[in-house]
């Protein structure tokens, strides 16, 4: 099955950047979409970028610019830089992966604490 091993999250001050690993490794099928979520305390959560396979990005409106999801595809890892840290990012920050961009489908990460102060 499919293993998918987070790195990088922690404390830091706001205006600072922190990068967030995932590194999937396993028997991966139908993997067209690597995805960031986070969710915070008593919020639903929420997805943050996604990357395809061929390279097509999508952030949240919210993110104004400040995050960049990046792939590398021959070694199963999906990146997630995060650059000038808000309090408000605050959150549990997941990795997904799967055929499409159903939350309900695909593998899971176990999740990284991102914790910004002010």
Do not use: H
């Not at 808000?86 to 799967?98: F, H, M, S």
Request: aromatic share 10%.
């Amino acid at each position: 099955q499919v293993q998918l091993v987070e790195s990088g999250g922690g404390l830091v001050q706001a205006g600072g950047s922190l990068r967030l690993s995932c590194a999937a490794s396993g028997n991966i099928f139908k993997i067209n979409v690597m995805a960031w979520y986070r969710q915070a305390p008593g919020k639903q959560r929420e997805l943050v970028a996604s990357i395809t396979s061929s390279g097509t990005v999508n952030y949240i409106p919210s993110l104004k610019g400040r995050f960049t999801i990046s792939r590398d595809n021959a070694k199963n890892t999906v990146y997630l830089q995060m650059s000038s840290l808000k309090p408000e990012d605050t959150a549990v920050y997941y990795c997904r992966l799967g055929g499409d961009y159903d939350p309900r489908s695909g593998y899971w990460g176990q999740g990284t604490q991102v914790t910004v102060s002010s």
